[in-house]
């Protein structure tokens, strides 16, 4: 089935370890995003990538860094993990890369910060 | 960078009663205003949206306004049902501006029997 798959679904990691998270879509989409989800605050940018070999900075960037070396991968990594960080994390892509299109949501990774 | 303000924070209504929800933006530059419904433990998902040049969309039960002077926007859910029931997120984003899609804090709309 065409989508969005991310992994882990689920985590626990010790403050201050290294985490990435995967994303990887089968649509072809050309733009990726990474948000963060958080009662209250609803979803936040962290990174976005337009097209392979380019990527930006959202609203929230501080703390992960992503690649995107394909059109279908896109990881996030937390290169040293903090409580703070705890959240829902949704990787989303779009076909068109102007952010004006639907964005097509994976399932979300909960990740827990110790 | 753009903002939006999202409200009422919670929101329960009478099955087959109707519900609005309002989003106010700050850039005027946005020219694209989706609404997404999140169901609980599950992924949000488009339902409906508008631009720019248009004032107002309908898809059966719901409908989206857009006041472009006022810089703001609202969802219509006629006839609600307990399916209705989920986190509603109001976004607004503009061409060219990067991708940047900006959400709402989220609506929680309860449909009680």
């Known amino acids: 089935i065409a989508g969005i798959t991310q992994a882990p679904t689920s985590q626990i990691l010790a403050a201050g370890r290294r985490m990435t998270l995967r994303c990887t879509q089968d649509m072809r989409h050309n733009a990726m995003y990474w948000y963060r989800q958080d009662l209250g605050l609803g979803l936040r940018l962290i990174h976005y990538?337009?097209?392979?070999?380019?990527?930006g900075k959202g609203e929230v960037p501080d703390g992960y860094s992503v690649s995107r070396a394909n059109t279908d991968d896109f990881p996030l990594t937390l290169a040293s993990a903090v409580p703070s960080q705890t959240s829902v994390y949704f990787c989303?892509?779009?076909?068109?890369?102007?952010?004006?299109?639907?964005?097509?949501f994976g399932e979300g990774s909960r990740l827990t910060v110790l | 960078g753009e903002n939006v303000e999202q409200h009422p924070s919670t929101l329960s209504v009478q099955e087959g009663d109707s519900a609005v929800i309002k989003c106010t933006y700050s850039d005027s530059a946005s020219n694209y205003f989706p609404w997404y419904k999140q169901e609980l433990g599950k992924r949000p998902q488009l339902i409906i949206d508008i631009r720019s040049n248009v004032g107002e969309k309908k898809d059966q039960r719901i409908a989206v306004t857009l006041n472009k002077t006022a810089k703001h926007f609202s969802l219509h859910i006629t006839e609600t049902q307990p399916e209705d029931s989920a986190v509603y997120f109001c976004?607004?984003?503009?061409?060219?501006?990067?991708?940047?899609?900006?959400f709402g804090t989220g609506t929680q709309l309860k449909v009680e029997l």
């Open positions: 990538s337009n097209t392979a070999g380019t990527t």
């Open positions: 989303a892509s779009s076909a068109r890369r102007e952010g004006t299109g639907e964005l097509f």
């Open positions: 976004a607004a984003s503009f061409t060219g501006g990067g991708n940047k899609l900006t």
